[in-house]
């Protein structure tokens, strides 16, 4: 079960760009710093309910919405005609799913993942699929590492558990989720150094996600 963004999209630092020039908008200032220390954790919704707390702001649902909506727009004009998956990604994912089946868990918005892995011929290879909308709250909390578990099953026709499945995470945050939920973990150090990610294993890129690393994690 991968995460998405930082795990399979090099999407973090343009993650952070539409954060900034929407919230600069809204007049509220978000250096790289703060982003990547304090809110890469949440989901879009987390971000601007965390960043207005922070700023002495309050803002209705309505105004979130408005500005994950805005982010949105934005994230999709900065991705337009370029590939933002990390180098070998797309070899790692087709070579994974071919012996794995394959979920992803993440915070980032179903249109956005959705693009991405259409723009790059790789939605088939995930048989499930989940996304900020998809849990009433999103990581550190376990719900969805939960989410993916039951939709896997739903969609192999029988039960999966929780410690047979591996959460690959680039994050402190998510790597808290995948654990609460009850998964092996691997972190991948392409967000934080390794000594940040407390995991069952630690690779540096998609490259190392082998079937004798995954065996390993379930024979212990």
């Not at 007049?27 to 220390?37: C, Q, T």
């Not at 009433?136 to 939960?146: C, F, N, T």
Request: aromatic share 8%; hydrophobic share 45%.
């Amino acid at each position: 079960m991968f995460d998405f963004d930082g795990v399979i999209a090099n999407s973090e630092p343009l993650h952070y760009q539409g954060f900034r020039d929407v919230l600069a908008e809204a007049g509220v200032a978000l250096s790289e710093r703060d982003y990547y220390a304090k809110y890469l954790g949440f989901d879009d919704a987390g971000v601007f309910e965390a960043v207005a707390a922070d700023a002495g702001r309050s803002w209705g649902d309505g105004r979130v919405a408005e500005l994950i909506r805005l982010k949105a727009a934005l994230m999709e004009r900065l991705e337009r005609n370029a590939s933002v998956l990390f180098p070998g990604t797309n070899a790692a994912i087709r070579r994974m799913a071919a012996l794995v089946p394959l979920a992803i868990a993440s915070g980032a918005l179903g249109a956005e993942i959705r693009r991405v892995l259409d723009r790059e011929h790789l939605t088939m290879c995930f048989k499930a699929i989940v996304a900020a909308e998809d849990t009433p709250v999103s990581k550190p909390a376990p719900d969805p590492y939960q989410r993916a578990v039951a939709l896997l099953a739903e969609a192999l026709g029988g039960s999966v558990q929780p410690s047979e499945c591996v959460a690959i995470e680039d994050s402190p945050w998510g790597l808290q989720s995948a654990r609460a939920a009850g998964l092996r973990t691997i972190a991948i150090a392409h967000t934080y150094d390794r000594s940040a990610l407390e995991a069952d294993a630690v690779i540096s890129s998609l490259d190392e996600l082998e079937d004798s690393l995954l065996k390993r994690l379930w024979s212990t």
